[in-house]
């Protein structure tokens, strides 16, 4: 939908919320949750869900599960590579 409502809803939404959109610093707040984590833990799950914890408490949108599982294997393949 490219409808102008959807838009001011969006913000509205947004703005009621009191949250920010993903792209706008989201995926930096995401992607350092899942380095430190994966400093310590192996399973994508537990990335996923550290993202998700700080997204929550730094009031991100939260984005498609699709895109936390690519950013958890982006993470912890640069770590373990770091590690090794």
Same mark, same amino acid.
């Given at each position: 939908? &490219?409808?102008?409502? %959807?838009? =001011? ?5 947004? /703005?009621?919320? %009191? =949250? #920010?959109?993903?792209?706008?610093? $989201?995926?930096? =707040?995401?992607?350092?949750?899942? #380095?430190?984590?994966?400093? /310590?833990?192996?399973?994508? @799950?537990?990335?996923? *869900? ?5 997204? /929550? @408490?730094?009031? +991100?949108?939260?984005?498609? +599960?699709? /895109?936390?599982? &690519?950013?958890? &294997? %982006? =993470? %912890?393949?640069?770590? *373990? $590579?770091?590690?090794?």
């Amino acid at each position: 939908d &490219r409808s102008s409502a %959807r838009k =001011v809803h969006i913000e509205t939404i947004r /703005t009621k919320l %009191r =949250v #920010r959109p993903y792209p706008a610093g $989201g995926v930096e =707040v995401a992607e350092q949750a899942m #380095r430190e984590g994966a400093q /310590t833990r192996e399973d994508l @799950r537990d990335l996923i *869900n550290m993202a998700l914890e700080e997204l /929550t @408490r730094t009031r +991100f949108e939260l984005p498609a +599960f699709a /895109t936390l599982v &690519r950013a958890a &294997r %982006r =993470v %912890r393949m640069e770590v *373990n $590579g770091a590690l090794y």
